[in-house]
Each structure stands twice: as structure tokens, then as C-alpha cells.
Nanobody
Framework: VQLQASGGGLVQAGGSLRLSCAASGRAFSNRNMGWFRQAPGKEREFVAAINWSATSTYYTDSVKGRFTISRDNAKNTMALQMNSLKPEDTAVYYC?????????????WGQGTQVTVSS
């Protein structure tokens, strides 16, 4: 599965952004997917995951109640709605195939999208 994230930008604290992930290949609908992010000088970290059927989701504690992950298998897309953004959410965001339960990436990384939250 090849993935391309988009939708990032510059937003003030408290604002919202919606990230999109476009996937190529028929295998997308059978894969558990996730969003990860990497802030400057930090390691890449898990943000959110959604299972292949969109019946289960999981979030890291710092984004619970603010971010919502979703997917549309018919369109081979996934989204991350981000509300109440904070400066600490500033990072490059990536979508990737994710192992359910370990919340670790299990596929190749595509191009990420930059999210910058100003205070």
C-alpha cells in the first residue's frame, strides 16, 4: 500500500485541521491503519489507529477527546480530524499501516504533511 498524507498547515492554538490520507492498491481495505507524527528533534510517535473495518479506534492519551480518526474503504482514504489544537501538536504527520495492539508501524512510510500550531 502506498500512502500520501495531506491537509496540513498553519493554525492558531484552539483551531482545527483535517488531515487526509490517500492510499493506492486494493490491500488498503484489509489493513489496520494509523497516524503517527514526528516533532522537531523528537522520535516519531503513535497518534491514532483504526481497524480495517472501521469498527474500532485507539488514540494516544494526549489526543483523546480532540482527534478523531476515520476511514472510507470504498474511496481508499483515511482522515484525522484534529480539534482544539495545541502548540505541542506541531509535527509532521504520517499515515501508515499499523499493527493492532502494539500500535507500531508495519508498512513503509509515505510523504507526511506538516502541521504547525502557533500559540
Amino acid at each position: 500500500v502506498q500512502l500520501q498524507a495531506s491537509g496540513g498547515g498553519l493554525v492558531q492554538a484552539g483551531g482545527s485541521l483535517r488531515l487526509s490520507c490517500a492510499a493506492s492498491g486494493r490491500a488498503f481495505s484489509n489493513r489496520n491503519m494509523g497516524w503517527f507524527r514526528q516533532a522537531p528533534g523528537k522520535e516519531r510517535e503513535f497518534v491514532a489507529a483504526i481497524n480495517w473495518s472501521a469498527t474500532s479506534t485507539y488514540y494516544t492519551d494526549s489526543v483523546k477527546g480532540r482527534f478523531t480518526i476515520s476511514r472510507d474503504n470504498a474511496k481508499n482514504t483515511m482522515a484525522l480530524q484534529m480539534n482544539s489544537l495545541k502548540p505541542e501538536d506541531t509535527a509532521v504527520y504520517y499515515c501508515v499501516v499499523t499493527t493492532w495492539g502494539s500500535w507500531r508501524p508495519s508498512g513503509s512510510w509515505g510523504q507526511g504533511t506538516q502541521v504547525t500550531v502557533s500559540s
